[in-house]
């Protein structure tokens, strides 16, 4: 027996009778494992107390022992590593709509070249101008995309040029890559020249993440994600959201689910913390509390119960007090001051990005999700993390400019996703997901929010109550349902 399960086995069985039958259970659990186990790990005693619990009385709400939790006694390392609040000033005139989408063109434009396939890229007149064997390769930027029965036809630009590209659907994989290109987005293109002024494409290169291996957490600690509560909304799901903070407390739970709360150090918030006011039309019928300052205030009530030995980490949504437009920057005090001052938090803009126990976040509430659900042929709102995934190829968050996502030109493109995290959170759809993708770590966490009639009216299903956790360890993801007995 490992020896904190031997640890874990004498805390949990205290009281004699309790302990044979728990030694009985374990054995009867790890006998019954396929491949057998070669020692006895904490998660075979605590899946152990958790089955003999079940079958014999409901939960006691104790921590385990009540002594020091795991988590207390673990030095947080949290630190900042991309954030654009006190950046961000655009009039929004259009000499920075310019410079933003060359920022973009810039930016993208490094990640091709640093890939052996695709570093040596002309130019969209070398397209043009037929090249050798009329054949060129080089960056552009997508300003329009037509899809006619058995064709698409972009049309692309760089700096200097603009050109019409056909894509023919001879070559299946192609036409399924050039199916799921959205207008603004940065590619490479193999091309040759074809009759008249039409250039016929041969390959076509998203930006991509490489695949590789994750940062991981020497130490066994959790990070808890959560997302659009929307405080203040009449169908926040209160007694769900009342029985996370318990169990972050240690108050609830069965002995795993205690074990994992014990180890929580970090709390992620996604965005869409309150409900706000005036977000869509007719809000007001929706709201149980019309006031921003105090749908804040009750926010800082329930944030301020997050115990204090785990650090939290604050984005806004297109919900807050915060202005629309991407990136955000972190809500402002004049309006969250009771979330300031429940507690220390890390407020910062969306998007942002963190580096916990060494494993590097993305979080980005997730604004532009339905925009690109909608544009991409093939993905739905009720399967978050394939979209998120073609954010990570696309190494955008939201790249199509004048869809529902107001963007605001910055001299620097915050959107595009410069460096590959380990692990990307976000919010905003309401339907919790996990997956992974090339070594990246996806999470959408969901909502603590019920269907309002807005979503009724639009025909949104959410899917809200599931909290995912994450081992900074493993990088493993566990849901766990807070809807139960609501
Ligand atoms: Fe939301
Ligand atoms: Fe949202």
Avoid at 293 to 310: C, D, F, N, S, T
Wanted: with cysteine.
């Amino acid at each position: 027996m490992e020896s904190d399960a031997f640890r874990v086995l004498v805390e949990l069985g205290k009281d004699d009778k309790k302990l044979v039958s728990l030694v009985e259970e374990v054995l009867r659990l790890a006998g019954a494992m396929d491949p057998r186990p070669f020692s006895i790990g904490r998660e075979i005693v605590l899946k152990a107390a958790t089955q003999l619990e079940t079958a014999e009385k409901p939960v006691v709400a104790t921590g385990l022992g009540g002594g020091r939790r795991f988590a207390e006694d673990v030095e947080a390392r949290l630190e900042v590593v991309a954030d654009p609040t006190g950046k961000l000033g655009t009039t929004g005139a259009f000499d920075d709509f310019l410079k933003y989408f060359r920022n973009r063109f810039e930016k993208m434009s490094g990640f091709f070249r640093a890939r052996m396939d695709t570093r040596s890229a002309g130019t969209v007149a070398d397209g043009k101008s037929g090249g050798q064997n009329g054949r060129a390769r080089f960056i552009c930027m997508v300003v329009e995309k037509r899809e006619k029965p058995g064709r698409i036809i972009l049309t692309v630009d760089d700096y200097e040029d603009e050109a019409v590209v056909l894509v023919g659907d001879q070559n299946p994989t192609l036409f399924q890559t050039a199916r799921r290109i959205v207008r603004d987005q940065v590619i490479f293109l193999a091309t040759k020249k074809g009759p008249r002024e039409f250039l016929i494409a041969e390959e076509i290169v998203m930006p991509e993440i490489p695949e590789r291996k994750p940062s991981r957490s020497p130490e066994e600690v959790y990070a808890v994600l959560i997302s659009d509560t929307h405080i203040g909304s009449k169908v926040f799901l209160e007694d769900a959201f009342r029985r996370v903070l318990g169990w972050l407390k240690g108050e609830v739970g069965d002995p795993y689910q205690r074990d994992v709360a014990d180890r929580v150090k970090y709390v992620l918030i996604c965005g869409d913390l309150v409900d706000g006011i005036g977000v869509y039309p007719r809000q007001e019928s929706d709201l149980a509390v019309q006031d921003i300052y105090e749908q804040y205030r009750l926010a800082g009530k329930y944030v301020g119960e997050i115990p204090e030995h785990m650090e939290v980490v604050l984005i806004p949504g297109n919900h807050d007090a915060v202005r629309q437009a991407l990136p955000q920057p972190a809500i402002s005090k004049d309006f969250a001051g009771p979330v300031y001052d429940a507690r220390r938090i890390v407020s910062l803009g969306d998007p942002a990005e963190v580096r916990l126990h060494g494993v590097h976040f993305l979080l980005y509430h997730g604004t532009s999700l339905m925009d690109i659900a909608s544009s991409v042929p093939g993905l739905d709102y009720q399967r978050p993390v394939e979209i998120m995934e073609c954010q990570l190829r696309m190494r955008h968050l939201a790249p199509e400019y004048g869809k529902l996502t107001p963007i605001g030109p910055e001299a620097e493109d915050y959107l595009v996703v410069d460096r590959v995290p380990d692990v990307f959170q976000s919010g905003h759809i309401h339907v919790t997901g996990w997956g992974a993708y090339r070594g990246t770590t996806i999470v959408n966490s969901g909502a603590w929010q019920g269907q309002t009639d807005y979503q009724k009216r639009m025909g949104l299903e959410p899917a809200p109550g599931v909290l995912p956790v994450v081992n900074l360890k493993t990088l493993e993801v566990r849901p766990f349902n807070f809807l139960a007995g609501s």
